[in-house]
């Protein structure tokens, strides 16, 4: 008879948690799930998904009125908040039924509920206790909110899928990626946004050109920005939520949503108790191999709060499961993963910035190119794009390649392996473009430029 009752039982049913046990299953391994929510996890429920699609809804505004450059006539348009949203959980509703099917179809059994460590070896989900040879912790991390005055009136995007109407004026605070996504979604449906950040530009971390570009252009399509500001208290009045800032202006709106980071989940989880480490921030410390302190105790993607994306946590699920049950150890690289920023204008970018990348390699060429796209001549709008690359001098090779402006995303999915794989300026000058675009310009920029405008 199994020692166990199983051989992984995987808590949440996540990106990285469901790829971690179909991939187990596959391996021949008895696995089990639990998932207190929705099969899913953040990405497909209320993360990466319905933020892209409301995304491509916000967009519309604004290539309606670029329509009009180009020879149409469009009647009068209306959004309908309702009836997007309506959609958009409709899509939800059949991803989460694929990924119901994928665990099915592969054998791993679900149980619905929150699973709580009791020791190195048994999950507790509700009254039902399930022992595994292995456990693999994949919780995902939840909004964090810091405490003040009227902290009770805001919500965070866990809400803002489910409001039920656009509202009016909604103020974002953060400038990180889910603030700007967010800003940009409220404000191409229409909503008066404002945006406050402490610091002096959004998206801290990424390139100086970048942000600046971002800042400048989500700007210009109407974006109020208060930069290096905070709330201090928010009171609701007959007028809607009036949030005072710590410089003493007040801006009175409907929504009020806070994107000021993300926290791991791992609190009343047992893993104090089950004897695995924690760090300060309620994270799980692991090595290459997704191994926790404890050897039967394993943990992947964002809770393990490195590099908190998607397919990074898959990546890591899907190694781990490799290397627990499939004899092929595997490690996740988290060196040069490119990712992307949804706003309004989209961000793509992989490899170092050009703050970071003269501290790592020394002496660096920088090559820019800030162009109006062709699409915009016609359609009148002055949106300016961004490429740009960072090359280190010695070996050549180009380190950092950051795209903003219309399908950044796709164009730096393509170029991150040419630098993920170390490919030189020289070999990127040697590519023949695709003419007319704009990522031609990654390939034909031969002139290096001073850094940082
Ligand atoms: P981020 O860490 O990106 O941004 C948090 C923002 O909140 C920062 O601007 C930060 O300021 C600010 N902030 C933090 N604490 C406070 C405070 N006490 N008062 C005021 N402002 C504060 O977190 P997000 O919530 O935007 O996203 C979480 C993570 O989720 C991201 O880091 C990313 O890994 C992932 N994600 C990825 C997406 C994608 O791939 N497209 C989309 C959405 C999320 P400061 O910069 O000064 O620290």
Known sequence: MDEYDYDLFV????????????????????????????VGGTCVIRGCVPKKLMSYAAHFGEDFEDAAGYGWQLGETAFSWPRMIGAVHAELDRLEGIYHGLLDGAGVVLHEGRG??????TVAVGERRFTAEKILVA??????????????????SNEAFHLERLPGRVLVVGGGYIACEFASIFNGLGSETHQVYRGDQVLRGFDGD????????????GVDFRFEALVSRIVETDDGLAATLDDGSTITTDVVMYATGRVPNTRGLGLPEAGVDLRADGSVPVDEYARTNVDSVFAVGDVTHRLNLTPVAIHEGHAFADTQFGGRPRATDHEAVACAVFSNPQVGTVGVSEEDATHHYGEVEVFRSEFRPMKHTLSGRAEKSLMKLIVEREGRRVVGLHVVGPDAPEIVQGFAVAVKWGLTKE???????????????LVTMRTP???QR
């Open 210 to 221: 970048v942000r600046r570009v971002v800042t400048r252009e989500m700007a210009a399509k």
């Open 427 to 441: 070999q990127f000058d040697a590519t023949i473009g695709i003419h007319p675009t704009s990522a031609e310009e």
């Open 139 to 156: 919780t995902g991390g939840w909004p964090w909110v810091p405490d003040f005055e009227g902290a009770g009136h805001v919500i965070t």
């Open 116 to 121: 709580v460590l009791e020791d190195a070896h």
């Open 11 to 38: 808590i949440g049913a996540g990106s990285g948690g469901v790829r971690a046990a179909r991939i187990a299953a596959g391996h021949g391994a008895r696995v089990a799930i639990c998932e207190e929510s929705r």
């Open 449 to 451: 430029v001073p850094g």
